[in-house]
């Protein structure tokens, strides 16, 4: 068939003009070279993958093409239709390929990074097998040797423990397990030349930074930072304080700097009054907080004190997994987290294709959300 036959004049009509040209472009291509893998025309035809493929399966359902392993065939009036026939394109190296992934938890901050590697994946026809671990593992490897070994993946994306006691041994095991690895909001050197692994992060310092100036725009000058001390970020996001401080005028000494245990100790809405307390007696107006939990408990103990948020204090939250459902809407740093999903997927894929390509980091900008819990200081 042709684009000129009666079922594609048919089926064309009920489409847009942009599917339409698509389509027939696609068709064109085909009819030139017979068969082409998803990927090239792709490149071709200036479209994503998933794109491609649902013109291929609309195309399938209507009679018009075939599709072969790792690309689409037309169909031919003598032809006889047959799945999977190997392509005289070659095989897609990405088609059913398993990415392992292992992250610390399955109920906050990963579950969108989750969704972005699951979302790329579909869009390359791989699968992806999804382990969570804890913060307070000692020792990721057994999981991912059962992934590598017994699941059989093909690659592994994980955020293994970096403070844990066998967190070293971990990383060496991963240089050498014969698989693509990347990765997630964690950096890591192995050998005696500190050889990087692949790695995707979120630029924490800059979301800081971003959080500091914003305040400082307003008129504050003494600029606090509250820390969960469970989170490896917390470092990243201390480090684009007390940058973003200095670069402003500000003096970090003058403001209060506190850590505030996990939500089960015993001390916590202790240390979490005595932050307030600190901030009246040093004068601090406003607050860079990580994370949500610990930002809306803040917010929560000013309630109970009678002291106005923004109004006595102003409040940024890091992670803006919950921020803005609170009340009063927190300003919040949002680090990208499908974004760092989706661009761990585009290493692993690469890395497949072409296994002897530099290694890669990829550091992603987080933004922030002006919301309803800050604004100047009290005169």
């Not at 800081?208 to 725009?217: C, D, E, K, N, Y």
């Not at 600190?278 to 610990?294: I, K, P, R, S, Y």
Request: with cysteine; charged share 20%; glycine share 8%.
């Amino acid at each position: 068939m042709t684009k000129d036959s009666p079922l594609v004049a048919t089926a064309e009509a009920s489409r847009g003009p942009l599917q339409v040209a698509r389509r027939q472009q696609l068709l064109a291509a085909l009819q030139r070279d017979g068969s082409m893998r998803i990927s090239d025309l792709s490149q071709v035809l200036g479209a994503a993958p998933v794109t491609i493929r649902r013109d291929i399966a609309d195309l399938a359902a209507e009679g018009l093409v075939r599709r072969v392993h790792g690309g689409v065939a037309l169909i031919l009036p003598d032809d006889v239709p047959a799945a999977d026939e190997p392509s005289a394109a070659g095989p897609d190296p990405l088609v059913g390929r398993a990415l392992g992934m292992l992250v610390p938890s399955l109920d906050y901050y990963w579950p969108d990074v989750a969704r972005g590697v699951e979302g790329a994946a579909r869009e390359l026809d791989m699968r992806v097998v999804l382990r969570g671990s804890s913060y307070d593992s000692e020792d990721d490897q057994p999981q991912l040797a059962r992934m590598v070994g017994r699941m059989g993946v093909d690659a592994l994306i994980i955020a293994p423990s970096m403070a844990a006691p066998t967190a070293e041994r971990t990383i060496e095991w991963l240089d050498q397990v014969g698989v693509p690895v990347v990765l997630l909001e964690r950096t890591a050197t192995v050998g005696s030349h500190h050889a990087v692994l692949e790695s995707v992060v979120t630029d924490h310092a800059l979301g800081a930074a971003m959080a500091v100036r914003h305040l400082t725009s307003l008129g504050h000058r003494k600029v606090g930072l509250v820390l969960d001390a469970n989170s490896p970020t917390s470092q990243h996001v201390r480090r684009g304080w007390l940058d973003a401080a200095t670069e402003c005028g500000l003096d970090p000494e003058a403001a209060v700097m506190a850590v505030v245990p996990g939500a089960r100790s015993s001390e916590r809405d202790t240390v979490l009054n005595g932050i307030l307390d600190q901030c009246q007696a040093t004068g601090t107006t406003a607050l860079l907080v990580h994370a949500d939990a610990e930002a809306i408990a803040l917010v929560q103990h000013c309630e109970e004190r009678h002291l106005s948020v923004p109004g006595d204090l102003s409040i940024v939250a890091y992670d803006d997994e919950v921020a803005g459902l609170f009340s009063p809407p927190l300003t919040a740093v949002r680090p990208p987290r499908r974004s760092i999903g989706r661009a761990a997927v585009r290493l692993v894929a690469e890395r497949l294709a072409d296994p002897e390509r530099p290694t890669h980091r990829i550091v992603i900008s987080p933004s922030l959300r002006v919301r309803g819990s800050t604004a100047p200081p009290p005169a």
